[in-house]
């Protein structure tokens, strides 16, 4: 049979690409919390039906990504103070012991590339690039813990808070005091100390965790403040913000 053929099984589907689009917008900042996500529009946008975009809303809101009210339909989701103060009391609790048993096994090919991403993390005047580079790099020293059943639950936890964590390195001028914690958990785990490398690494989102509450109880009520892109300077960089 003289047709060209397309591997359809190689290529993502309408769901997963629109997913993939929403996902980015509201961890970007594109989308704003509370605006609402309506289904005919999105179907335009794409060029496709209905159906692939409730899959994709379905699977945003299992993330906690967006929520479902009545009379307006999808939403994007709102966390409250709350809600982020226990998912990274969350995260500093699993995220040490994963790196702790991490570095009782780690190897130098991955502290090879955690430091890798540590450089380009610092080096970055990108603020739509830090949370990726972030994530990377944690994820780097905790691959090899031997849990994978934890490194799901933290990708997971990652996952609802990565908007929010992007306004904490670039608004409350995170960025310095995350490369500093970060070389340090760094250096432990070259080390090969465990229990110093676990403790940063618990302090570090817990530190984290007290920079944006205190930024979000003060600007919460302003518009569009978890989305306010940060101020950039002669170097790209953003603006640093003075009094603290």
């Known amino acids: 049979m ?17 997913f993939d689009a ?20 999105i179907a335009r946008m794409f060029n496709t039906s209905r159906i692939p975009v409730r899959e994709a809303l379905t699977r945003l809101e299992e993330q906690g990504l967006v929520t479902t009210q009545r009379y307006r339909g999808a939403v994007v989701a709102a966390l409250s103070i709350e809600e982020i103060q226990e998912i990274f009391e969350f995260r500093a609790l699993v995220e040490s012991e994963v790196i702790h048993r991490s570095v009782c096994n ?32 944690h994820y780097s020293l905790y691959q090899e813990c031997g849990r994978p059943y934890y490194l799901q639950i933290v990708n997971g936890a990652l996952g609802r ?19 500093k914690e970060h070389r340090a958990i760094l250096k432990a785990c070259v080390a090969r100390d465990a229990d110093l490398a676990a403790e940063l690494t618990r ?3 817990l530190g ?3 920079s944006l509450t205190d ?13 306010a892109a940060p101020a950039g300077n002669a170097t790209g960089k953003p603006a640093r913000r003075t009094g603290r």
């Open 161 to 179: 808070i990565e908007r929010y964590q992007r306004v904490q390195l670039t608004i409350t001028n995170g960025l310095e005091r995350a490369n």
């Open 215 to 227: 930024f979000l109880k003060e600007h919460r009520g302003a518009p569009h403040a978890i989305n």
């Open 22 to 41: 929403l996902r980015t917008a509201i961890t970007d900042g594109s989308l704003n919390e509370g605006e609402v996500l309506r289904q005919d529009h």
């Open 106 to 137: 780690i190897s130098d090919d991955a502290l090879k590339l955690a430091t890798s991403y540590c450089d380009a993390f610092s080096a970055s005047t990108e603020p739509s690039k830090w949370g990726d580079l972030n994530r990377l790099f």
């Open 208 to 210: 984290a965790s007290r």
């Open 2 to 18: 003289k047709v060209k053929a397309t591997d359809i099984g190689q290529m993502a589907s309408a769901s997963d690409v629109i």
């Open 203 to 205: 302090r570090h989102i």
